[in-house]
T-cell receptor
Framework: AQKITQTQPGMFVQEKEAVTLDCTYD???????LFWYKQPSSGEMIFLIY??????QNATEGRYSLNFQKARKSANLVISASQLGDSAMYFC???????????????FGQGTILTVHP | GAVVSQHPSRVICKSGTSVKIECRSL??????MFWYRQFPKKSLMLMAT?????????EQGVEKDKFLINHASLTLSTLTVTSAHPEDSSFYIC?????????FGPGTRLLVL
């Protein structure tokens, strides 16, 4: 069975500074994908970034980058130049290649509430 | 990315009534859609996989007779909460996508009185 762990219930960061949100995972499947989503108070799930288990380079999307350390089974999200609008709940999620239509079956971590201070 | 809508966005109902939630994929033909449930300040939990033209696949612990799923077309899946009770009050959210991305709908907040 797969498991995703986010050990930081809450994080605080000063505006314009960088912040790292931790995520560790556990799976015995060699083929998997790791996702980060942002959930503001409205509830919508906003896709941020994706990293495949076979990807050689760390994924980046604008101010978001994923620090993928395969041997340590960690997939930390780095947000650079934090903005007030970044305040939200952030979820790390994993999908394993279990065949068929399982690609949409995401297992989510507990989430981290990020608060950006002005 | 795919645009996913849900209706209604918010619903309040009396205990014992049934509530239908629609999930529409506006620009993505989805043979499979996924239904998640989220309690306040908690994580998302997968409830079931909705398969177009066939029966849904439910996760362990999810009552299929309680949460009826119908996926009649490539763009529409519905979740019906039958005989709703206060403990069914939650945020229900659907998703569609492909291997590298799952796009989520805006969610439906259900409150059962």
């Amino acid at each position: 069975a797969q498991k995703i762990t986010q050990t930081q219930p809450g994080m605080f960061v000063q505006e314009k500074e960088a912040v790292t949100l931790d995520c560790t995972y556990d799976t015995s499947d060699p083929s998997y994908g790791l996702f980060w989503y942002k959930q503001p108070s409205s509830g919508e799930m906003i896709f941020l970034i994706y990293q495949g288990s076979y990807d050689q380079q760390n994924a980046t999307e604008g101010r978001y980058s994923l620090n993928f350390q395969k041997a340590r089974k960690s997939a930390n999200l780095v947000i650079s130049a934090s903005q007030l609008g970044d305040s939200a709940m952030y979820f790390c999620a994993m999908r394993v290649n279990a065949g068929g239509t399982s690609y949409g079956k995401l297992t989510f971590g507990q989430g981290t509430i990020l608060t950006v201070h002005p | 990315g795919a645009v996913v809508s849900q209706h209604p966005s918010r619903v309040i109902c009396k205990s014992g009534t049934s509530v239908k939630i629609e999930c529409r994929s506006l620009d993505f033909q989805a043979t499979t859609m996924f239904w998640y449930r989220q309690f306040p300040k908690k994580s998302l939990m997968l409830m079931a996989t909705s398969n177009e033209g066939s029966k849904a696949t439910y996760e362990q612990g999810v009552e299929k007779d309680k949460f009826l799923i119908n996926h009649a077309s490539l763009t529409l899946s519905t979740l019906t909460v039958t005989s709703a009770h206060p403990e069914d009050s939650s945020f229900y959210i659907c998703s569609v996508g492909d291997w590298e991305t799952q796009y989520f709908g805006p969610g439906t907040r259900l409150l059962v009185l």
